[in-house]
């Protein structure tokens, strides 16, 4: 029996050739007598572990030296506080681009540190959309301007960078790895692993070295990137199977082709899903075709009836996990880099049939 395809937003699917790895690993990592889980984070074994999974993620992302990359926890919700944290420098006042849940959730966050500018915001049109550029009033004292590429309940992403005058700050949680980036047009990047990149409680941060090292008064040591740096993202116990697993991700995705393979794969597969939605006259997308996701497809049935028989159905196919988030209502299906072209089209072929039965 093949595994079902998993089309949770998070945790999510991972390679099915990561797991079978990390199953043959489990009880003894390479002759060294321990699972990975067992090992000292300052041990020779993991310190390799370790190192391996940064140098291939900066090799993948094509990291610039003065780009420190960080291994940390807490998720992406603590960088919510974290950005303002270390980015502020001096400054009272921060751009933010309100264009869903998470930069909302971004945004009241930063408020107990700064005067939150929204420079831009979609939310009357209920993050269908992203603002025009011309209608961006962005602030140019402002100690950066955070946005989030991709906003994983509403579908809906940015697929080119904005520019800014100040270092820009960006949510990268369910679109980092899917497609090459141009890191250097960054001041901090960051992700919660559990959508594209490997399990949950591994936060991954790329920040730029020169905005380190000027935190806001009372920082806590583990919230300062500057000593998290120092330290080689160990000055704690780091989450080191989370870590593992990631690093093993990491090789898949370069055995994969890298990046620019992973980008033409997943603007394919989302095609694949828009064009059977578009032309079902059945399924709905509510999505600016812009800016739609490559990563999170939201749809609706014409009935909210139908979507119980949808999920049921769906899930004796081997289809899991299609609900829409409990905000949006509808369906979901998320097609991070470890769901499979097939799995896309068994998605397709299932839609198709689920309508002409119900439709
Ligand atoms: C899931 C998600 C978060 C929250 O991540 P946690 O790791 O659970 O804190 C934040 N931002 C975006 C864009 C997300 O997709």
Request: proline letters at 6%; hydrophobic letters at 40%; one cysteine or more.
């Amino acid at each position: 029996m093949p595994r079902p395809y998993n089309f949770s937003a998070g945790p999510a699917m991972l390679p099915e050739a990561v797991l079978e790895q990390a199953k043959a690993e489990m009880l003894d990592w390479r002759g060294s007598g321990m699972s990975v889980m067992e090992m000292s984070h300052r041990g020779k074994e993991f310190v390799l572990i370790a190192e391996q999974a940064e140098a291939d993620l900066r090799e993948l992302l094509n990291v610039p030296t003065n780009y420190k990359t960080l291994f940390l926890q807490g998720g992406a919700s603590s960088q919510f506080a974290m950005v303002p944290m270390n980015l502020l420098r001096g400054k009272s006042k921060a751009d933010y681009f309100n264009t869903g849940q998470w930069s909302k959730k971004a945004i009241a966050e930063a408020k107990k540190f700064c005067q939150v500018n929204v420079a831009a915001s979609s939310e009357s049109v209920n993050f269908t959309t992203v603002p025009a550029r011309n209608s961006w009033n962005c602030d140019p004292d402002a100690a950066y301007l955070h946005y989030t590429p991709n906003e994983t309940i509403n579908g809906v992403e940015m697929h080119t960078i904005p520019e800014a005058s100040v270092p820009l700050a960006a949510d990268f949680s369910s679109t980092l790895l899917s497609r090459p980036i141009d890191v250097s047009k960054f001041g901090v990047i960051y992700a919660g692993a559990q959508k594209n990149i490997g399990p949950a409680g591994l936060t991954i941060v790329i920040v730029r070295e020169d905005l380190m090292g000027q935190t806001v008064a009372g920082t806590p040591t583990m919230l300062d990137y500057a000593a998290m740096a120092k330290d080689g993202s160990m000055y704690n116990t780091p989450p080191t199977y989370a870590w593992y697993i990631a690093g093993l991700v990491f090789q898949w995705l370069k055995a994969q082709g890298g990046l620019a393979a992973m980008g033409e794969r997943n603007q394919a597969k989302a095609a694949l899903l828009y064009k059977a939605i578009d032309e079902s006259g059945f399924y709905k997308n509510p999505v600016d075709p812009a800016y739609r996701s490559w990563m999170n497809v939201p749809f609706t049935l014409p009935d909210e009836a139908l979507d119980k028989p949808f999920l049921a159905e769906a899930k004796a196919a081997g289809l899991l996990t299609l609900s829409g988030h409990r905000s949006v209502g509808g369906m979901r299906a998320s097609i991070y880099n470890a769901m499979p072209t097939e799995g896309v089209q068994a998605l397709v072929d299932f839609m198709a049939d689920f309508q002409k039965r119900r439709g």
